[in-house]
């Protein structure tokens, strides 16, 4: 279709955003939140000092660190490039290459895997504070807080606002919502005059500095992002533009003020290219980290050189999550009421809920029991107890019932996987089915268990030693991770997995989101081995791989909650000079 055509129909989202900027958005619901946090960042520029009054106390000299956040880049990309020699750049930023070829002052961790699920908000809240998504309350890329009965999306997959996308760069909205301390904030308890910046990061609370784009760049980058979910195809040259601005913006805060002591770089558009380029995935970050990030990175490497802030510090790369190559089209995409009525949330509504609209803010008076949350590859269920809705607002501080709230939903979606059900389209589509009994807000909550329909259930551990998932690592325990919590509820009551990274071939997956060429979330392999290297240039790959092992422990298979104790490892280690 013409681009006038598919543009029109874009998401809202980014005509929100566009508004927004412009000041153009009477009328709008959830639109002068848009226009007041876009007029923050405009009038703040491309850097906002969070500490502006903070004392400057004296500490002791430590290594520095400069760690590189790479959004949706999976383990076997990156390491398969570095050792092939095809990310020269990218080497010198680690430390250079040795006689024999291979990085000679870097290590290149193979245990690290993502946090359930394995998407991005849930997996940063979990590498920038150390805990876990059922501790710190960040479950995901959208999720609902029950005792608020408020839905953040800052991640939005099912709901057409940006909204708390642009409040988390505006507002630090992400940072108020995480019930434990950032790393940043840990670290400054053992050393108060730490400097730290931060570039684009969703989580920087803690922080000194928080560095972003133009806003004219931001926008133009999320905007193509829009027009491709809609059939577009804008190449990756709007997303290089986005992180190109981050690390010019950068190299000019580097000159104008030296180098912080602690500095967070995260570029996202790797993550963005791979969810819609044609050529797939893989594909689509191997050219974005030979075309756009290597040579990027190789300047900010002689940039930090020049300055002097490169010899002792660590430099730590890692990711999120990896990806999934999926279908573009409605019979693989589980959508929401807009895709029509053979999606998820007929199969509630035909079972007796009522379900919250899919929008970021309802009216308080809006009637519903049931919320829908999308990460990808699972789908968030969050019910109410149906007897407590009075005038039908119900109370949603209180757990709902098991048997006939939580069971019920359950049975009519394993009914409708089963392909007994009214939604014939769900037939086939879903993996596991997982219940747990509910909990007060107050509690910790339990773990998920496969529902097996007709009221039962039995544990993930026995499930999966019965019914193998080769390809799925250690997903009872992550599962437990995301569940079992002061926060735990935050993941919902059911928890509805794909057919997605179980499945070899694209054509016999589904993912929960709109229409898109890949996805992740899954507990695979694909989505969630992660690249984690820890990089100094007066250090041999052994003595690093040491420094490393000691602050992951003895955990054969580590998530990401354990990068912030490297981190805070390598603000200890002795000074190489």
């Known amino acids: ?81 570095l050792r092939q020699g095809r990310l020269p750049g990218f080497a010198r930023l680690l430390g250079g290459v040795g006689d024999g070829g291979g990085l000679a002052h870097a290590h290149l961790d193979e245990t690290l895997l993502a946090t359930l699920p394995s998407s991005t908000l849930a997996a940063w809240a979990t590498t920038f504070t150390g805990v876990t998504p059922a501790r710190h309350g960040i479950s995901g890329n959208e999720f609902f807080i029950r005792e608020s009965r408020r839905f953040i999306a800052p991640v939005p997959v099912s709901v057409e606002s940006n909204v708390h996308t642009l409040e988390t760069e505006s507002d630090s909205l992400v940072d108020q919502i995480l019930t434990v301390p950032t790393v940043y904030q840990r670290m400054r308890r053992t050393e108060p005059g730490v400097t730290i910046w931060v570039a684009l990061s969703q989580v920087h609370g803690g922080a000194d500095r928080f560095l972003l784009p133009d806003r004219s760049v931001l926008i133009d980058g999320i905007t193509a992002h829009a027009g491709a979910a809609v ?98 089209d409605d019979a693989h995409s589980l959508g929401t009421d807009r895709d029509g009525e053979d999606e998820p949330p007929t199969v509630l509504r035909r079972a007796g809920f009522r379900l919250r609209p899919f929008e970021l803010e309802v009216p308080a008076e809006t009637p519903f029991d049931a919320v829908l949350a999308y990460q990808g590859a699972m ?51 879903l993996d596991l089915i997982l219940v747990r009994q509910p909990a007060p807000i107050a509690d910790d909550d339990r773990p998920f268990e ?47 997995l794909a057919h997605n990274g179980d499945r070899p071939r694209p054509e016999d997956r589904y993912y929960f989101a709109h229409e898109y060429r890949s996805w992740h979330g899954s507990p695979s392999r694909a989505d969630s081995e992660l690249p984690f290297i820890v990089a100094q240039r007066h250090r041999s790959p052994a003595a690093l791989a040491a420094l490393v092992r000691d602050a992951l422990g003895a955990d054969r298979a580590p998530t990401q909650d354990r990068v912030a104790d490297v981190l805070l490892a390598l603000r200890r280690a002795r000074r190489v000079d």
């Not at 946090?37 to 400057?56: C, F, H, K, V």
């Not at 950068?250 to 044609?278: C, M, Q």
């Not at 999966?464 to 690592?473: A, C, F, M, N, Q």
């Open 231 to 328: 059939g577009l195809e804008p190449g990756y040259a709007p997303y290089a533009q986005v992180d190109e601005a981050v690390l010019e913006n950068l190299r000019e805060d580097l000159d104008r003020h030296g180098a912080p002591d602690v500095l967070t770089l995260y570029l996202f558009g790797t993550d963005l290219y791979a969810h819609e380029a044609e050529v797939g995935p893989q594909r689509a970050l191997d050219t974005y980290l030979r075309e756009v990030l290597d040579p990027r990175l190789g300047a900010l490497a002689d940039h930090l050189q020049r300055l002097g802030a490169l010899d002792d510090r660590f430099v730590v790369v890692v990711s999120d999550h990896g990806h999934t190559a999926v279908m573009p």
């Open 1 to 81: 279709m013409p681009w006038q055509a598919a543009f029109a129909r874009a998401r809202p989202a980014v005509l929100l955003l566009l508004a927004a900027a412009l000041g153009t958005t009477a009328g709008c619901r959830g639109c002068d939140d848009a226009a007041r946090s876009a007029a923050r960042l405009a009038t703040e520029g491309n850097a906002r000092d969070l500490r502006p009054d903070a004392s400057r106390p004296a500490t002791e000299r430590r290594p520095g660190i400069l760690l590189v956040a790479l959004d949706g880049v999976p383990r076997d990309i990156l390491y398969g490039l």
């Open 379 to 429: 789908a968030f269920v969050y019910l109410a107890d149906r007897t407590r809705c009075p005038g039908g607002v119900c109370a949603w501080s209180e757990p709902p019932r098991y048997r006939e709230d939580v069971l019920a939903a359950a049975e009519a979606f394993h009914r409708a996987n089963a392909g007994t059900g009214p939604v014939a389209a769900m037939r086939g589509t």
């Open 450 to 496: 496969v529902y097996l329909g007709g009221g039962r259930t039995e544990s993930i551990e026995d499930h999966l030693r019965t019914h193998p998932h080769p390809d799925y690592v250690t997903f009872a325990s992550r599962m437990r991770d995301l569940a079992v919590g002061p926060r735990g509820e935050r993941a919902g009551d059911v928890l509805l």
